[in-house]
């Protein structure tokens, strides 16, 4: 098996960095996971294809907007009306193969196009707030679910994973350029990149 | 005599000293000061010069409103100028110089200017320079020449050069209710806000909250008013669902409830976090916002108002109160309302002596009265301010004064003073609520502005919406809390409020003519005689009045000339002021330096998009260039090599034997599902539903109208699998156009498209060598002739990484395209140079890229530019008969047929000169004489293949000038010469090569 | 200005791309009317008032919008997906 080579390059520096007064406010790393598959249904079809991922990834998986699911080994949310961004382990892309039918929707293997950056800490919100234009408060963006937004020229489809963690799942080729503007972004509250 | 420190202390922290300088000297002041109170407190009154006639100038409020007291602030080798010494936090080590004085301040060389002053009337510019020129000036450059000297006689501050090393930030915030301005009101609705459970911010411009609170001198509940403010604003900032923004001014109020405010985080050097910026631009959607603004105090305009030692009452009380400095020792009162009996009253507490108050009104309250008495000094009633005296402010003269007809009589008296606080009324600050919509509503009582009825959902609060008295602004404010939370008002008890009982209504005096320049906009030099001379021309609407003067114009926007320029003009035209109107107010409420606004975007706005082999190419020599945002290697340069010697080296190693090309960035679309062929069909010009599985296709696609819009191969991974590539300049273009169709035309068709342009890294390996080099290192599949035939698809392996390899060819030589997941792309690049050395196998670039394509004809996006279709590219071959396709209805149409359109062909320079992208192509002409053009050139390059300079051009009749001699035209880079125009395929037109 | 995506809830104008009137109906593909073809491609209504325009959420979940607009107020009176109300006139769909 051939290791996946990291985009980030010399971009990635570990270790603690910025204002670090109160501490490092978040951490910062990438953590692409083996296995990412976009999964788009049929009109009509978004729940069952809910259902199909679910049952391949052992996953609580609604069909409403935005809705997502923190597993151990997997996650999944909607990044658009009739799709989801599912993430798991070197087999996902052959359960789900086997899990949804032509009929349901497609597949899409994206194991190296997207790289997932996780966000974590206290202070998590307010350095994405920087970068983003969508509110990232608990209530308004609970634990689990998904958000498809932009940072200027670069898509992020993001996922909270935990109440003060998220990641950002962002196109390979503008994941460095990506990377250093949340470093960037991050200075203000102190920041430590960890593997 | 001269402005001092006061004995009481105010809200300013006397046990610490902040030394700053003013124009290279130093001097003292302390916490909680603005460096307007600490020139104050050091005697300093004149502080800069006027825009136009450089009259000596000095500190006219002490807010946001300063139209007079613009300073340059230094820092290191950077300058900025034109900041309110009002707006500006006394900090230690603060340097700043005054402004538009030459060579001092003290002795201006630009004042001369004052003895033109007749000539610089409203409009001068205009009827001097800009309108026809007669006489010997006349077609000459008189005003080119002028303007430099007047632009450097008039004006602001400068800017400097140096690179800004501060830091900006943007940042996003959401709410339920926003609440603009901490006075007493705003507090109020915040509190309000919150204890309905609502997500709050509360936004205040000032360092403190308070407002008026911090100057006031009022009672709240059983305390100052400024400790009740401060005690309102720890406790709301102690509250979890509050953000409480000080130092922040919301600026501006745009649609969708979306306000934009500027933080002033740490807009001083020392003590600065690391990562921490300089000003923080906030970008705040708002379900409700409270507006709390306050009111501005406006001037009543006579002649002399302008020296330094004038300004403005509330300002006065202000810096007795709040900052404990005394603007003056021998102070005098000019009025036109009870509010300025207050800070009469509070100047004497203070410890100056009040000589005077001036009052153009008949009568007065009896509060008005009382706060005389507190003052010491009788009221002059029915008097107003005449003239001045003074470089600063000595002596002013009173005369009797009618304001029922506004006429000025008698002697007049005069008084010496060295400070003068005058107060024309108070204006709600309705600038916010006049963005967000709606026309401002007059109030003849208040005879000010009030805000128009709410266009976005916005409630208003405190003297901004009219309240006259603190009770009001608290009941308001409380009210407009629980309004903006969908709450009812509620009925408890507020705290009381101990204030003299003043009439709130000033008279309707807001100009007293006499002899002398009487300024209405000191920032722009505007008189009262400006603006009746703009009405005797004709420029009588208030959008004309703004633009012929320039009144209001300019960082302070008017914020104290708005309301005394519409009263001189509405008495001009004869007419009540609100039917004169006003201007519109527009964002930024008051000035947002450009920083802020670019934020500290780190290079986002182009972020570099990196393929997966970047680092190698960088490593090994290759001179990056830009296509879009994607970073590609132009050449891999040896050292001593141009560019030309580099791509024609690179370019001939692939003619030769083999070449390798980073051909990541190309687009790719996965195009999936049960209905994938028949939607690739109606998307291409050309059939896909019968390309087997396996293979790919050359395909062109063309926009509604019939004009191409881009070409590239789609190849057939399964039954209802495609892997569509797009060139690299319109991969998003494209996704976009097929999810057009599929959302908004053919939603029932089953199909998906997915950007995979990140998932494949893509090597193009091409030469007569290439299939040696797949042989060597490609395990899992064969490549010869009949496992990959030309266009055809196999997977294997290459150094263990998967591998899937494509048969085609841009170059024209025998050639394959290697994908390999990103991840793997370094990996499996690698692994071909290896296998590839033997063959010396050259790594090339865009420039050798360009060559190849050009002497095989291939078009680009330089030819597919907009405008030609395909048979102007005589792609016609590729146009379906069989089916409808997008494109095909209107791709007919007579003029997209017409003979003499700009067709492909090649171009041969005979005169063995290059040729340039962009030049014309001429039947006849010189490089003096500019022949008519019959097209261009699209791409040039020398061919390292045909040794001449070639190109591709867009000629008028294309193939039938094959064989025939034109010109190259290219006056902008001197450059006419003889070439011939051939077929674009220069090189192996039969495509052997590819083929073999 | 915001844009209440149906996927999304409403974000921020820059998140869209405008991709113009929504109105304009699409003539069956194998129609040879080229006036009804021009009046696809090109006739545009452009009213005072409110209007139908589609919007992709280019920065987002990347559908088409319709968006109902008053283009003198900017005030949004409705939003819906593309795909639910598709343009193409004719029989043959």
Redesign the interface.
């Known amino acids: ?7 980030l ?1 010399a971009a990635f520096r570990p270790g603690r960095h ?2 670090l ?1 109160a501490g490092p406010g978040v951490q910062l790393a990438e953590v692409t996971p083996p296995a990412i598959v ?1 999964a ?1 249904a ?2 009509g079809q978004k729940e069952a294809l809910a259902r199909a991922v679910a049952g391949a990834t052992g996953l609580a998986l609604s069909a409403l ?2 809705a997502g699911a923190v597993g151990e080994q997997a996650t999944a949310f ?4 009739h ?1 989801f961004l599912v993430t798991g382990g070197d087999d996902l892309t052959a359960r789900l193969t086997e899990a949804v039918p ?1 009929e349901t ?2 597949l ?7 790289i997932a950056l996780r966000v974590a800490g206290p202070r998590a919100e307010w350095v994405l ?2 970068l ?4 990232f ?1 608990a209530a ?1 963006f609970p634990v689990a679910e998904g ?9 992020a489809q993001i996922q909270r994973t935990g109440p003060d963690r998220f990641d950002l799942f962002v ?4 994941a ?3 990377w ?2 949340l470093c ?7 920041y430590e990149v960890v593997r | 005599m001269s402005p001092r420190r006061a004995a009481s202390t105010g809200l300013v922290d006397r046990s610490q000293a902040l030394r700053f300088t003013f124009d290279g000297r130093t001097y003292s002041g302390h916490p909680g000061d603005t460096l307007a109170s600490a020139l104050l407190a050091n005697g300093i009154t004149l502080v800069g010069r006027s825009f136009k006639y450089h009259r000596p100038r000095g500190i006219f409020t002490a807010g946001v409103d300063e139209p007079n007291a613009l300073v340059t602030v230094l820092s290191g080798d950077g300058r900025e100028p034109n900041i309110p010494a009002t707006q500006i936090e006394l900090y230690e080590g603060l340097e700043v110089e005054s402004q538009n004085r030459f060579p001092s301040l003290e002795y201006d060389l630009g004042a001369l200017g004052q003895l033109a002053g007749p000539l610089l009337s409203a409009g001068f510019y205009y009827k001097t320079f800009m309108g026809p020129v007669f006489g010997p000036l006349k077609g000459t450059r008189f005003w080119m020449i002028c303007e430099h000297a007047i632009r450097r006689a008039a004006g602001l501050g400068r800017a400097g050069y140096e690179k800004d090393p501060a830091r900006y ?6 709410c339920d209710v926003l609440v603009v301005g901490a006075g007493p009101a705003g507090l109020m609705a915040a509190e309000a806000a919150a204890k309905a459970g609502r ?1 709050v911010i509360l936004a205040e411009q000032e360092p403190k909250a308070g407002g008026s609170a911090l100057w006031s001198g009022e009672m709240i509940g059983t305390r100052p008013a400024h400790q009740w403010a401060q005690a309102m604003a720890e406790k709301l900032a102690a509250t979890e669902n509050v953000r409480f923004l000080p130092r922040t001014t919301v600026w501006g109020y745009y649609d969708g409830n979306t306000l934009a405010a500027l933080e002033r985080v740490a807009d001083r050097p020392s003590g600065t ?5 300089r000003l923080r631009l906030w ?1 705040i ?1 708002a379900g409700k916002v409270v507006l709390a603004t306050g009111s501005l105090e406006r001037p009543v305009v006579f002649p002399g108002n302008d020296r330094p030692g004038v300004m403005l009452a509330g300002a006065a009380e202000r810096y007795a109160r709040q900052y404990g400095v005394l603007p003056g020792e021998r102070i005098a009162v000019f009025t036109n309302n009870d509010g300025a009996y207050r800070a009469a009253a509070a100047l004497r507490k203070a410890g100056a002596g009040v000589v005077a108050i001036v009052d153009v009104r008949p009568e007065i309250s009896d509060a008005a009265r009382a706060l005389a008495q507190e003052a010491g000094v009788e009221p002059l009633l029915g008097h107003a301010v005449t003239g001045t005296a003074g470089k600063r402010l000595t002596r002013i003269t009173i005369q009797r004064f009618d304001a029922a007809t506004g006429r000025v009589s008698g002697d007049g008296r005069p008084v010496d003073v060295d400070c003068l606080a005058v107060s024309g009324g108070w204006s709600p600050t309705i600038h916010l609520a006049s963005q967000a919509g709606g026309k401002p509503v007059w109030d003849e009582a208040l005879h000010a502005f009030l805000p128009p009825s709410p266009m976005q959902p916005w409630v208003g609060a405190g003297a901004f919406a009219g309240a006259k008295t603190t009770v009001e602004a608290l009941s308001t404010g409380r009210d407009a809390g629980l309004a903006a939370a969908g709450k009812k008002p509620s009925r408890a008890r507020l705290p009381a409020v101990t204030a003299p009982a003043l009439d709130p209504a000033p008279a309707p005096v807001l100009e007293i003519k006499a002899a002398g320049k009487a300024f209405v906009d000191l920032q722009n030099d505007v008189t009262a005689e400006d603006v009746r001379l703009a009405h005797r021309e004709g420029f009588i609407s208030v959008e004309h009045l703004k633009r012929y003067t320039t009144l209001g114009m300019a960082t302070d926007q008017g914020k104290t000339s708005n309301l005394p320029g519409l009263a001189i003009m509405a008495d001009a035209r004869g007419l009540p002021i609100p039917e004169v109107g006003t201007t519109r107010f527009r964002p930024p409420f008051s000035p947002v330096s450009i920083g802020a606004l670019a934020a ?13 082999m ?2 190698w190419h960088v490593g090994h020599g290759a001179r990056m260039m830009e296509a879009g ?2 970073h590609r290697p132009m050449i891999y340069g040896q050292p001593g090599e141009t560019v030309e010697q580099a791509y024609i080296r690179e370019a001939a190693a692939v003619r030769r034997s083999v070449g390798i090309c980073d051909v ?1 960035t190309l687009g790719k679309i ?1 195009v ?3 209905d994938a062929a028949e939607f690739l069909d109606r998307v291409y010009t050309n059939t896909f539903s019968t390309l087997p599985i396996g293979k790919a296709r050359y395909g062109l696609m063309l926009r509604e109208d019939g004009i191409v819009l881009d070409d590239g191969t789609t190849w057939r991974l399964g039954a ?1 699998d495609f892997l569509m590539t797009t060139t690299t300049a319109n991969a998003g273009k494209v996704m976009q156009h097929l999810e057009y169709f599929l959302d908004a035309v053919w ?1 029932h068709l ?1 199909v ?1 498209v ?8 893509g090597a193009a390996v091409a030469g007569p060598d290439a299939r040696r080099v797949l042989e060597a290192c490609v395990t899992g599949t064969g490549v010869d002739n009949v496992a990959l035939p030309f266009m055809g698809i196999v997977h294997g392996r290459i ?3 998967p591998v899937m390899i494509c048969r085609l060819s841009f170059s024209g030589e025998l050639a394959y395209e290697v994908y390999c ?7 499996v690049w690698e692994a071909l140079m290896d296998a590839g050395e033997p063959f010396a196998i050259t790594p090339y670039g865009m420039e050798a890229l360009g060559a190849l394509r050009i002497e095989k004809g291939h078009v680009t996006g330089a030819e597919i530019d907009g405008r030609t279709t395909a048979r102007d590219l005589y792609l016609d071959g590729m146009l379906s008969k069989k089916k409808p396709f997008i494109g095909s209805a209107l791709m007919d149409r007579e003029s997209l047929i017409d003979k003499n359109r700009l067709r492909l062909v090649g171009i041969v320079s005979l005169d063995g000169q290059p040729l340039g992208g962009g030049a014309h192509v001429v039947e006849k002409g010189s490089l003096d004489e500019l022949g008519a053009s019959i097209g261009h050139i699209t791409a040039a390059c020398y061919s390292p293949a045909l040794e001449r300079h070639i190109g591709l051009a867009l000629v008028k009749g294309g193939k039938s000038r094959h064989g025939t001699r034109a010109f190259v035209s290219d006056p902008l880079r001197k450059r006419f010469g003889p070439v011939e125009i051939v077929s674009h395929h220069f090189y192996d037109p039969e495509g052997r090569r590819m083929h073999g | 200005m915001l844009i209440p995506c ?4 409403p ?2 104008v ?2 869209f791309s405008y991709q113009g009137d929504a109105t304009r109906k699409r003539p069956d593909p194998a129609s040879t009317d080229v006036h009804a073809w021009h009046a696809y491609v090109y006739d545009r209504p452009n009213p005072a008032g409110p209007h139908r325009e589609y919007w992709q ?7 088409h919008i319709v968006v109902e607009r008053d283009t003198l107020s900017h005030e949004v009176l409705g939003a819906a ?1 593309a ?1 639910d109300l598709s343009n193409q006139g004719g029989t043959r769909p």
């Open positions: 098996m051939v290791e996946r080579i990291s985009p390059g910025g204002n007064t976009e788009a049929w009109p907007p935005n909607s990044i658009g009306p799709r032509l929707g497609t899409t293997d994206l194991s190296h196009g997207r707030s920087k983003f234009a969508i509110d408060a308004a958000r498809a937004t932009a940072h200027h020229d670069v898509l196109f390979r080729s503008l460095r350029a990506f250093e503007s960037a972004a991050s200075e203000e509250a102190g | 930030e943007e940042m996003n915030a959401f997500r976090a690391k990562g921490l910026p970008n959607r500290d975007r780190h290079r986002h706005f182009k972020p570099d998009r990196l393929t997966p970047h680092d945002l994607w990541s996965a999936k599902g049960p209802h939603p089953k998906h997915t950007s995979v342009t990140d998932q494949w890294a150094a263990g990484a997941g990103a991840g793997h792309g370094a990996h | 149906p996927h999304c809830g974000r921020d820059q998140e959420h280019i920065g987002g979940c990347r559908a997906f795909s």
